[in-house]
């Protein structure tokens, strides 16, 4: 490579990382619009939270086939992005695989270990596509997934396959360039796979061979660059989230719910006679009271709004959901999408607006999820369970009904009956405290 190509290379870089690092930008400034939450407690627990869900995947093989080929595919296209460094330093500077000599056979290991993950990952993201676009798996032709995440999930599937065969033909090539007479690239790696590869070469000049050899990697590297900035915009997100998601998840017992500490605070100065309402710190006349619950992404917490874009879209957790499976409205994963369109919608809204968001008309209860979906929620913690990356749709979904019943007076008309009963009977039931033991007598 020449300096022109050098410097072409650097500035194509350049524009990568910064177009990045600008998405990136935008994710924190849109996930810090949430409701601040401290999350900073036990972090023995995170840590071990993360090495386990995050990097080692233990809730992916709980279904076998698709986690053992995931772990594939997560730990091929990992590692054999280790050799990016090198590329990247060979581009700068005009060398050619330069780790070689300081690493030794160390260096035969690694080439030969990237292109046999490259193999494994070409035949696991086979099988996706096949159980995607042949088998079409429920969850993957379900109502909720339509239009751009439904084709999102194959150009992901493209991108490595045609990256990783990108590999093996630089590597091929390569191959062919280091054992020709006289070897234009210096001896380096060992190459099990594309050793085959290497003879459709022969019989071809050598300036026709380092052409494709420079076409080859050209076309790898801003591949990898394009796919890097590709993620911002696709489900492909929870590579790069998924760590400080598992890390900042609830470490509480399933199925416990938070309490409001300003309805705590009332409940407790009602039960008992001796408190002093007015012995609380002054209250700002002009500060706008809280919102109860959430009606849109600014009233949900930062860390549901981490989970929104950590989503996967895999659909575990509608596949696993019961209200889903009776014919019920209500779509765990619907829910994290919906609430992920939301804000990116209302980040868009900041961005046109010079950093500020001008009220649109639009909430994310109601324009994105109805009442019917919320309520058909059982609240059995199963999407929760079943997520493969700790995400809690659940708590998306209860904040959104605390708005409605404490904010709109709109639960539905079994529930406000219930609670009705509760307040005047003290108990569910439409019957007084004094018939409630009357059922003993009945026989």
């Not at 810090?32 to 993360?50: C, H, I, Q, T, Y």
């Not at 605070?265 to 009271?289: G, I, Q, Y």
Request: proline share 5%; glycine share 4%.
């Amino acid at each position: 490579m020449g300096y022109l190509d050098n410097i072409l290379f650097a500035i194509v870089l350049i524009a990568g990382f910064a177009f990045f690092a600008s998405n990136v930008k935008k994710i924190i400034r849109n996930i810090n619009l949430g409701v601040d939450l401290d999350r900073k407690d036990n972090p023995k627990a995170r840590w071990a939270n993360m090495a386990l869900i995050a990097l080692g995947q233990s809730k992916m093989v709980k279904r076998p086939i698709a986690g053992i080929l995931h772990i594939v595919v997560y730990v091929g296209f990992i590692i054999i992005n280790i050799e990016l460094l090198e590329i990247i330093i060979d581009g700068l500077f005009g060398t050619h695989r330069i780790f070689a000599p300081y690493l030794g056979f160390v260096y035969d290991i690694l080439i030969a270990s990237f292109e046999i993950l490259a193999i494994l990952v070409i035949f696991a993201v086979t099988v996706f596509w096949i159980r995607r676009n042949l088998i079409r798996l429920k969850r993957f032709i379900h109502s909720d997934l339509t239009g751009f995440p439904k084709s999102d999930a194959n150009y992901i599937l493209y991108f490595e396959t045609v990256l990783m065969v990108l590999f093996l033909l630089m590597n091929a090539s390569d191959l062919h360039l280091q054992n020709v007479p006289g070897g234009v690239f210096h001896k380096a790696g060992s190459f099990p796979v594309s050793q085959f590869i290497a003879p459709v070469f022969n019989g071809k000049s050598n300036e026709l061979v380092v052409l494709l050899f420079e076409v080859f990697w050209w076309l790898h590297i801003v591949g990898i660059l394009v796919f890097m900035n590709y993620l911002y915009f696709s489900k492909h997100l929870h590579i790069l989230l998924a760590f400080p998601n598992t890390y900042f998840a609830d470490l509480n017992p399933k199925g416990k719910f938070n309490n409001l500490e300003s309805v705590t605070k009332e409940v407790k100065l009602m039960m008992d006679p001796n408190a002093d309402p007015f012995a609380a710190a002054p209250v700002d006349e002009n500060a706008v009271p809280a919102k109860f619950g959430a009606s849109d992404v600014q009233d949900l917490n930062w860390v549901q709004l981490l989970n929104a874009y950590t989503c996967t879209e895999c659909g575990r957790c509608t596949s696993s959901c019961p209200a889903n499976q009776t014919g019920k409205k209500l779509s765990p994963r619907k829910i994290m999408m919906d609430t992920r369109d939301r804000l990116q919608e209302v980040g868009k809204n900041i961005d046109s607006n010079k950093g500020i968001f001008v009220p649109d008309n639009k909430t994310l209860l109601n324009d994105y999820i109805t009442p019917e979906e919320l309520w058909a929620c059982t609240s059995c913690n199963a999407c929760v369970e079943e997520c493969p990356v700790n995400i809690s749709p659940l708590s998306i979904i209860m904040d959104m009904r605390r708005y409605l019943v404490m904010e709109q007076s709109a639960a539905p008309m079994s529930l406000n009956a219930m609670m009705t009963n509760i307040e005047n009977n003290g108990a569910p039931w439409q019957y007084s405290q004094q018939d409630r033991l009357n059922w003993k007598n009945e026989n």
